[in-house]
């Protein structure tokens, strides 16, 4: 009788023991999903800033141009008109 209930807690412990693993493998699943989605959320969001920081860059580039042309205008007619 004892070796029958013995068998039983065994048998009991390695059903445990399995349940266990699946709901421990199917977390650290869910996990690396997350880890995977908010990389892939990261990434596109440097991108996305990456863009933006160049547009910027651009811009200010022409409005620098268009004021340093502006300036130098307005030194030679100021240069050009009598005193």
């Known amino acids: 009788m004892s070796l029958v209930v ?3 807690c065994v048998m009991e412990r ?4 399995e349940q266990h693993q699946k709901k421990w493998d199917q977390m650290m699943s869910d996990r690396r999903q997350k ?5 892939a959320s990261r990434e596109k ?3 996305e ?9 651009i811009q200010d580039s022409e409005e620098y141009n268009q004021v340093k042309i502006k300036l130098e205008t307005d030194v030679q007619v100021l240069y050009c008109q009598p005193h």
């Open 6 to 8: 013995q068998n039983a």
């Open 14 to 17: 390695r059903e445990l023991l």
């Open 35 to 39: 880890e995977v989605d908010y990389m």
């Open 45 to 47: 969001r440097v991108e």
């Open 49 to 57: 800033f990456e863009q933006q920081l160049q547009e910027m860059r």
